[in-house]
């Protein structure tokens, strides 16, 4: 997806969210999760609002993270707006997770069908194959990129 931006003395410009979204978070370089990007293009300079994850990190940090994304958009004609989320921690988060559903009714399902031996048995082959294409893929990765 293109955030479409405005006509410059070089031409019209045209930004991707994952291309911002890959370049913010590279130079945040923290452990800061990135959540969302959200660009409003104005008159003069395009206001850019960064949603980012808030660890319980100190009122300095934040200006000093806000502040160095100031500086390095500002050349680009961006104005960065950041918003601080809490993120989502403990028994909540893992009861909202839906590959959690999804493998707890697999394995009933399993255990129901198929008895004990036969979950046993499809979790180790499951595992395995997992593992296998798991090696496969990052093996292939490696070839590529040598």
Same mark, same amino acid.
């Given at each position: 997806?293109?955030?479409?931006?405005?006509?410059? +003395?070089?031409?019209?410009?045209?930004?991707?969210? $994952?291309?911002?979204?890959? &370049? #913010?978070?590279?130079?945040?370089?923290?452990? &800061?999760?990135?959540?969302?990007?959200?660009?409003? +293009?104005?008159?003069?300079?395009?206001?850019?609002? #960064?949603?980012?994850?808030? $660890?319980?990190?100190?009122?300095? #940090?934040?200006?000093?993270?806000?502040?160095?994304?100031? $500086?390095?958009?500002? +050349?680009?004609?961006?104005?960065?707006?950041?918003?601080? =989320?809490? +993120? $989502?921690?403990?028994?909540?988060? #893992?009861?909202?997770?839906?590959?959690?559903? =999804? =493998?707890?009714?697999?394995?009933?399902?399993?255990?129901?069908?198929?008895?004990?031996?036969?979950? &046993?048995?499809?979790?180790?082959?499951?595992?395995?194959?997992?593992?296998?294409?798991?090696?496969?893929?990052?093996?292939?990765?490696?070839?590529?990129? =040598?």
């Amino acid at each position: 997806m293109y955030f479409l931006w405005k006509n410059t +003395p070089c031409g019209f410009i045209k930004i991707s969210y $994952e291309g911002l979204f890959d &370049f #913010v978070n590279y130079v945040l370089r923290t452990s &800061f999760r990135l959540y969302s990007i959200t660009l409003k +293009p104005s008159e003069s300079q395009a206001d850019l609002t #960064v949603v980012i994850s808030d $660890e319980d990190i100190s009122a300095e #940090v934040k200006e000093k993270v806000e502040q160095h994304l100031s $500086e390095v958009l500002d +050349p680009a004609g961006m104005t960065a707006s950041i918003v601080w =989320a809490a +993120p $989502e921690r403990g028994f909540m988060q #893992v009861i909202q997770n839906p590959y959690i559903w =999804a =493998a707890a009714a697999s394995c009933s399902a399993v255990i129901v069908t198929a008895g004990l031996e036969g979950f &046993f048995w499809t979790a180790f082959w499951g595992s395995a194959a997992w593992f296998a294409i798991r090696g496969l893929s990052l093996l292939a990765k490696k070839i590529r990129s =040598a």
